[in-house]
């Protein structure tokens, strides 16, 4: 079953608001099996919107509607799509009084115009309103349209509770599942180069698919697969998972929603082990990744934003004369600040992250050069430089971060392949 | 001039990501007065992405294309738009040179399937890669074709070095203005209510116009002007942006990309005053916040990250005593803390944040309780607090940071508008 979605509005066109409606209708369609094929977004006007819709009615089996259903003039799904439908607007009872019923709750006199909200294409099916604005399914030649409103809250309710159900019924047979292997410390096209062979293979079979997706120094491969039914579908990816992890090994992270903090976490907790962190280059990000994990203060004692660099002695405890011999942005003190922390703090672990966010280079270390350094209980503090070439200040802040997440992954779990 | 944006990638279709690149684009195609009609978003499907660009070059004048310029194998937009032109992909030394390059300076080896990265129709005009994967520009039908990568951060400088300039070339005449006026502390529908004789006023004319964006815990108001130049256009928008800031006071943070942490930064340069914070609720998200602002080395000390309970006394300097009798989330500890931290670095001024995230309530704190402590030179420390119910556990931590970088630039500019 195919389906499309179009969102409408002026103000996406604009820039002004993001369209987050169209991933989250996709991500429940896929979840029953509907493959959408194309998001289109148009402007509040009423040939573009039924030339729009008109045109996705005609690719697809099914077309989600979002937006367009308020009371103002600039409101033309329901014109657009009765025009579609070749049918006339009608007003209904049901919805004029369930208007007059919203405002009377909320003590507010109802401006005339927001009857226009209770006008719908003859012989629609309604689509109960969750704030004001009712939703409506109706024909357009061989394809099942479904309007709903574009404020989130409202349209989410009535995707999940009306046209998920409508489509399921039509047709969602299938049942596509897909699930992540998030790598860090690897790049996309090595990734691809080692899986290439696996993605040979499951091209010639169709399904399941593989994809490689990369954000924030991470690269992640994505497994989908279909089948009649939910668990039946992951039968299919299931073992492409477990194939990928041994294949990319110790640069994997973890699964789906685990990024390298949540495999930090894990390591610490499987140790009973506690962890302080000292952050320059980073200035925060560190610490912030490391608290969205739920739980965090098991294991999370805290730590030292040693920004200015005398206060990675001040603070932090780093011998003065080190720090001057060797710069701020190094590997001895990048190592003597890991040590520090953890002493300071009284914490199994310590973890420091140095380097050049820029714009200038800072002691001859060029902009991207970041330096982490980890002290653990049974070995001596360790070191591990990275570049990130060619990045923004902002992206080398949070890829410094990652950078850190994931040496301190690499050891605690040398050989482990973290899962 | 009309423009279509094209988003390529199947995780868009997915469901799996939501595409911000659009709105970007469009925002910035708005400035120069270029109406964008529609944006299409496509899977990695070789026939369907030419469908779909094909589509659009016919019915405008430019078509920017977001996405599908990766390495691996799902990687079709240059193969796509090659078929579109009418001519083969060619490699380009040029290149290749500087693939190579990339991986050297990051010490890893080039995996041969980079190298399609070097493969551009013929006759394009190449666009400088920013991170490994170049752009490019060619003819279909009477449009012009621009590919930029689909990762935002290569995306934005490409469309803003080389797309935009190549269109306003070709015929930006009237513009279109958009300016933010930026609040911290006001909610969306205060807002919009101190405004509405305002917009009420503009609505009636048409232009400009008003709309309200709320986004973490800040609510930033558009204005929107068209003219023939921008010159004419910012003359209709910035009365009005004065007007907004007048009416709104002390809850305005900024204007455009000015965020409270720009205007923390601008108040603590004109004072010459030094920062350390001390957070615990927020994790590091106000550092983080804080670091972003280029030359933030100039005025920012660094801080502590007091997560668990025993180091705002241990590591910041906070009286155990005082911390046992108040607990970790009170006004007394956020108090204590600031000038605790303001002391320990030797800064000017002390800015500490403390709350629960959650899960569960703290102390019989519930959750998403903030409170901010403040100590500046001139005064004592004071403190502020604020509930953000029903948020997720990530949103209070980076809320908390917003609310501590609003409490500090209240504390520094009670009186003056922050501009």
Redesign the interface.
Known sequence: MRAELV?VGS??????????N?????????EVGID????????DNVD?MAE?IGGAAERADAVVVTGGLGPTQDDLTRVAVARLAGVPLERRDDLVDHLHAVFARSGRRMPDNNLVQADLPAGARVLAPVGTAAGFQVRVGDADVFCVPGVPAEMEVMVARDVLPALVERGGLAA?V?R?VRTAGL????V??TL?PL?ERL?AAGNPTV????SRGETRV?I?GKSATREAALALVDPVVQEVVGLLGVGVTGLDDEGPEHAVARLLRSRGWTLA?A??V???????????V?G??DW?????????TD?KA??AGVDPDLLDREGPVSEATAAALAGAVRA???ADVGLAVVGV?G?AEQGGRPVGTVVVGTAVPDGDATTRE??????????I?EWAASAALDALRRRLAPAEVSM
């Open positions: 969102a103000e996406l066109l604009l820039g002004t608001n993001v369209d987050t169209s991933a989250w209708i996709s991500a429940r369609l896929a959408v094929f194309r998001h289109t977004t148009v402007g573009r729009v596509t897909s992540l790049s996309e096209s090595g691809a180069e290439a993605v091209d994809a490689f997706l990369a994505r989908t962190i952050e320059s980073s200035g925060g990000n560190l610490g912030a990744r490391l608290v969205t739920p965090a203060s999370f004692r805290g730590g030292v934003l040693v920004y200015a206060t001040s603070l300071r703090l009284g966010a714009p990275v570049r990130l070439p060619g990045r923004s200040r902002q992206q802040q």
